[in-house]
């Protein structure tokens, strides 16, 4: 079976730091370009970043850039999301997010920075 176990969420004050990572199985993790998305309460899914799986090639969201950091070890098919200089509008459920032939997605793992 396919799954993509998000874990590291939790709850953070302003201006503090977060690591997420997301362990993936059950396809060729070193394959896929692999993300990061957010969905906060009453708006849409939002993407954050992505890292290739060619050359490692990094984007960001502009809501991201500057403050977020993605990498991958496709030794351990883990992508890890880390975050700095969080703010309360950071809030969201964050998702894993696998593409290559096929979409897959994690469960999610919710953030919460209190102001």
């Known amino acids: 079976d396919v799954q993509l176990q998000a874990s590291g969420g939790g709850l953070v004050q302003t201006g503090g730091s977060l690591t997420l990572s997301c362990v993936a199985s059950?396809?060729?993790?070193?394959?896929?370009?692999v993300g990061w998305f957010r969905q906060a309460p009453g708006k849409e899914r939002e993407g954050l970043a992505c890292?290739?799986?060619?050359?490692?090639?990094?984007d960001f969201s502009e809501s991201a850039k500057g403050r977020f950091t993605i990498s991958r070890d496709n030794d351990k098919n883990t992508v890890y999301l880390q975050m700095h200089s969080l703010k309360p509008e950071d809030t969201a459920i964050y998702y894993c997010?696998?593409?290559?032939?096929?979409?897959?997605w994690g469960q999610g793992t919710l953030v919460t920075v209190s102001s």
């Open positions: 997010h696998a593409k290559d032939l096929w979409d897959y």
């Open positions: 059950g396809f060729t993790f070193d394959d896929y370009v």
């Open positions: 890292i290739s799986d060619i050359d490692g090639t990094t």
